[in-house]
Nanobody, 129 residues
């Protein structure tokens, strides 16, 4: 039903920037909270950033605060992750995910991986030192 297609990954030197995009299709985008997760080799998938249905509420894991910015454009059905001051520890596969919201007044950012209903294929981000 829902398709998520990530783009924008690649190889960058430490201190550089990348912008990830995730194109959403299939259902009504504004009914979904969105999240960016990442998984490094040998580690669990973690929530890096999340955003509520209307973009008013966001969440960032501590290690990316001040460096990453999540945003969404409900007119374009797209969610973004701007990543600045990248570090080698940011190297991972980054996944876009969509969480269908049933409560009409729920505009919160969701961080629980188990709540997310749809996942993209992932895009590799490699930060060299």
């Amino acid at each position: 039903q829902v398709q998520l297609v990530e783009s924008g990954g690649g190889v960058v030197q430490a201190g550089g920037s990348l912008r990830l995009s995730c194109a959403f299709s299939g259902l009504t985008f504004s009914m979904f909270a969105m999240g960016w997760f990442r998984q490094a080799p040998g580690k669990e998938r973690e929530c890096v950033a999340a955003i509520g249905r209307n973009g008013a509420n966001t969440y960032y894991t501590d290690v990316v605060k001040g460096r990453f910015t999540i945003s969404r454009d409900n007119a374009k059905n797209t969610v973004y992750l701007q990543m600045n001051s990248l570090k080698p520890d940011d190297t991972a596969v980054y996944y876009c995910a969509a969480d269908r919201i049933s409560r009409i007044f729920d505009f919160s950012a969701h961080t629980n991986r188990a709540e997310y209903d749809y996942w993209g294929q992932g895009t590799q981000v490699t930060v060299s030192s």
